[in-house]
């Protein structure tokens, strides 16, 4: 394998991970830090899901 697709892995499984940790933040019902407009601000994770879907 090249070192590209070493790397697109990674992403591609950080990218899943970060997905299954909203998906539990929202069955939680628990708000997370998203970075908007150079600052973290909280969201609630059920509107971040959405988002995503």
Same mark, same amino acid.
């Given at each position: 394998?090249?070192?590209?697709?070493?790397?697109?892995?990674?992403?591609?499984?950080?990218?899943?991970?970060?997905?299954? #940790?909203? *998906? =539990?933040?929202?069955? $939680?019902?628990?708000?997370?830090?998203?970075?908007?407009?150079?600052?973290?601000?909280?969201?609630? #994770?059920? *509107? =971040?899901?959405?988002? $995503?879907?």
């Amino acid at each position: 394998m090249k070192k590209e697709s070493y790397s697109s892995m990674a992403l591609n499984a950080m990218h899943r991970a970060s997905k299954e #940790a909203i *998906e =539990k933040a929202a069955r $939680l019902d628990l708000k997370i830090p998203v970075w908007r407009n150079g600052q973290i601000i909280f969201v609630k #994770a059920k *509107e =971040k899901l959405q988002n $995503l879907s």
